[in-house]
């Protein structure tokens, strides 16, 4: 037979699910993993927007609607933006998709021709990469350090900038690192993404799990950035709606009338029931988010007590979020069980498999040394999962 797509099998798997789907595999066959790999919230989803997709499958709402999104969810949308951000968009300047995941794969498809240049600042979440390369791009991974708190500074941009540079992805707050832009830093970015006359895809999924410090969304800064911009967001993080896949861009006409061709011979629209679910989130959005946010801030409080507390390992406060970006280059070269540990990959499959928790390796994120927690889950399981990190650490030699 024939080879498959070269581009398909240059496509690595998502590390995030792949320890994810380990752990569960490794819990259904009895086994007491604690999983901090997938980035879940671990609430349920709240009881009146629950209610409002039932109510849709009642009503019979289940049938196609226009491929980027139900008008009434895109004006939902747009007020959300204004009452939150003050910036107004239009229902033709917002496509809606299966997930942010999906409308960032969208927004690179509908900019990026092959062979053009993508910065990459690392680290970077797990599918920026893939999903480049699967639009024929190329990326320029920029690597940040601890040094600069894990952001990309304008001298760092400037000279990663080529004739062939499309775009810019920038994640903020950040998965893996929790870290968030100040208003002045992304000012100094914008200057240079101006003068090379760039567009910006900025994925501000997380912009409502802050703790202690303001976002500022990118758009916000001036008209010219608002028009180069395309604005990820979703209701996966801030309502506990991950499986219900309700994510959405707001960007200039052109750029999104690009996107919903793209989504009317792909997906061809995002669920009806989820979207009317994600209409009632929207419109009718009670406290439940804000306590979800607290109760995130209590659990990075506890993991940043504890870590201070663990010799040979450290992490930079996350500002946004809910991971832990942990330093374990001290642990690299230590034998663990019989197996030499060199690779954060390395560490992440002798921690699963002889200590029963289950954490990303940082290499996943193009930063190796480290490990990626996520605290989006309970209480009880960080505390475990924490004491059988410190009894994994002491077998170290």
């Known amino acids: 037979m024939k080879p498959i797509s070269a581009t398909a099998k240059s496509i690595a798997p998502s590390a995030t699910l792949d320890i994810d789907t380990l752990a569960k595999q490794m819990k259904a066959d009895g086994i007491d993993v604690i999983a901090f790999g997938a980035g879940e919230p671990d609430f349920n989803t709240p009881e009146h927007i629950k209610e409002a997709g039932i109510e849709a499958i009642r009503a019979n709402k289940t049938r196609y609607t226009p491929a980027s999104g139900l008008p009434a969810l895109k004006s939902a949308i747009c007020s959300s933006i204004e009452k939150q951000f003050g910036l107004k968009y239009e229902n033709k300047n917002i496509c809606v998709s299966s997930g942010a995941k999906h409308i960032v794969y969208v927004s690179v498809m509908a900019l990026v021709n092959p062979g053009d240049e993508v910065i990459l600042p690392a680290p970077y979440w797990v599918t920026y990469m893939e999903i480049i390369r699967m639009a024929g791009g190329v990326p320029v991974v ?36 929790g870290m968030v832009y100040t208003r002045q830093e992304l000012l100094d970015l914008m200057e240079v993404v101006k003068k090379h006359d760039l567009y910006v895809i900025s994925d501000e999924i997380y912009n409502t799990l802050t703790y202690g410090c303001t976002h500022t969304c990118l758009p916000t800064l001036d008209e010219d950035i608002k028009n180069r911009t395309i604005l990820i967001d979703g209701l996966s993080k801030t309502y506990a709606m991950t499986g219900w896949r309700v994510g959405y861009s707001a960007a200039n006409e052109e750029i999104t009338k690009a996107m919903s061709n793209y989504l009317s011979h792909s997906t061809g629209s995002t669920c009806t029931i989820s979207q009317y679910a994600g209409m009632e989130a929207l419109v009718n959005n009670t406290d439940e988010a804000e306590q979800m946010r607290q109760a995130f801030d209590e659990r990075r409080q506890y993991f940043l007590r504890r870590i201070a507390q663990i010799q040979g390992v450290s992490c930079i406060e996350p500002e946004g979020a809910f991971y832990i970006f942990m330093n374990i280059k001290q642990q690299l070269g230590k034998t663990f069980f019989g197996e030499k540990v060199e690779t954060s990959a390395q560490f992440a499959q002798s921690l699963l498999k002889n200590g029963l928790v289950a954490v990303v390796p940082g290499g996943a994120f193009g930063a190796e040394g480290y490990i990626r927690w996520s605290y989006a889950t309970s209480m009880d399981a960080i505390r475990t999962g924490l004491d059988r990190f410190e009894q994994f650490l002491k077998q170290g030699k």
């Open 142 to 177: 920029i690597d940040t350090d601890e040094r600069t708190h894990f952001k990309l500074t304008p001298e760092m941009l400037e000279s990663a900038v080529t004739e062939k540079t499309k775009c810019l992805l920038l994640n903020n707050p950040s998965n893996p690192t």
